[in-house]
């Protein structure tokens, strides 16, 4: 993009800059000395202010613990990482559990899950707890099963 010719016999663009017409300060000074322009930025800034009391009031209306917790952003971030903790720990804890479940009662020979079963606390756990944990499932699902085969 070329820039537009100026003629420098004319006063080239220094006569844009000094000319007493186009000065921005002159111009500002002359728009604040108007007495209507003076009463729309009045006006305006009234407008504002009303709508920021109005704004403050609806803000104040909401005390308690969650205004507390929305002002507090390093707050906001430690309950968040602790929630996500929480989180990562029983999704680890639901896989993993069960996935043990089964290859302790599965029939593998494996060296270390044999020794698990032989520990007094495996076979407390497993004869007082999950057998009958697994015996009234399989009855649920067995009963579930002949309902719907029944209608």
Not at 57 to 84: D, E, F, I, P
Request: proline share 5%; aromatic share 6%.
């Amino acid at each position: 993009m070329l820039p537009t010719p100026v003629d420098d016999s004319q006063g080239g663009v220094d006569l844009l800059f000094s000319s007493p017409v186009q000065s921005p300060a002159r111009l500002l000074r002359e728009l604040h000395a108007d007495p209507d322009i003076q009463a729309q930025l009045e006006a305006e800034r009234e407008r504002d202010r009303a709508f920021e009391r109005v704004r403050l009031a609806a803000r104040g209306g909401s005390t308690g613990v969650l205004s507390l917790l929305s002002s507090n952003a390093r707050l906001n971030a430690c309950v968040l990482s602790v929630a996500r903790l929480i989180a990562a720990l029983t999704g680890v804890l639901m896989v993993t559990v069960p996935t043990l479940l089964l290859l302790l009662e599965s029939d593998l020979d494996v060296s270390f899950l044999h020794e698990i079963r032989q520990t007094p606390e495996f076979e407390q756990f497993h004869f007082e707890y999950y057998c009958p944990l697994r015996r009234w499932i399989v009855c649920k699902i067995s009963m579930a099963m002949e309902n719907l085969w029944s209608d």
